[in-house]
């Protein structure tokens, strides 16, 4: 399948390099993409200034992919698992919650090397909230599955190998107007409206949470 992918920047790509990116960013080194050009947009403004939408064409049916969009066998575990490994944690979440870190990188391991590409959501500053709030035992799995599956955050397509780095082309670009952060502010305050209902609602919510998978695997 050829996919259509964009690319937030305040510069030109034409030729991304493999080996670009941050390894605190959710799922490590790579090329963050989107399949949705209006999040595109907002990434295009972050740094206060005009800036471009990449656009590319990437054929996936030859690629590794790991998903963890799909809504089976847990996979919002695992993209907890996968943005803990990678984010920069607070030193008192990895203090107090020791055991269910440890319980997530033993049980939910990924070896991403051995993937071309990540499909999975984005937990840029305004939605990264929620699987620390999962990791404190504040949110259910079920409640934040339900918030992952309505899309509320955004799907990232992120290049991780070599091979996906070769297959993608360069199709345009289009400029983005500074103004386009309007957008990126109604969306993070559209994210803590969504965080504060959702605490609340699941204060006395029965369901099954972080604490509970590490009790029962010892």
Sequence with gaps: MIRTLYHG????????VFGCGNPHNDYGM????????????????RKNSDGFVNVYTLRDDRLRILDLTKGKN?????????LMQHRSIAEELRALYKRELDYLFHN?????????????????????RFP?????????????????????FGKQYVLVSKRAFKDVKFVRYEEVKEEQKI?????????????????????????????????SNE
């Design 9 to 16: 920047s305040n510069r030109i790509i034409e030729s991304p």
């Design 183 to 215: 957008s990126y502010y109604a969306r993070v305050h559209k994210a803590n409206d969504l965080f504060q209902k959702t605490l609340l609602e699941e204060r006395y919510e029965k369901g099954t949470r972080l604490r509970d998978l590490v009790l």
């Design 132 to 152: 620390e709030a999962f990791v404190r035992g504040e949110l259910t799995i079920e409640s934040l599955e339900r918030i992952f599956h309505a899309d509320a």
């Design 74 to 82: 847990h996979e919002v575990v695992l993209w907890v698992s996968i």
């Design 108 to 128: 939910y391991a990924v070896q991403m090397d051995a993937y071309d590409v990540v499909i999975g959501y984005r937990a840029d500053d305004a939605y990264y």
């Design 30 to 45: 790579g090329f963050y993409c989107c399949t949705n050009k209006s999040l595109a947009r907002e990434w295009a403004v």
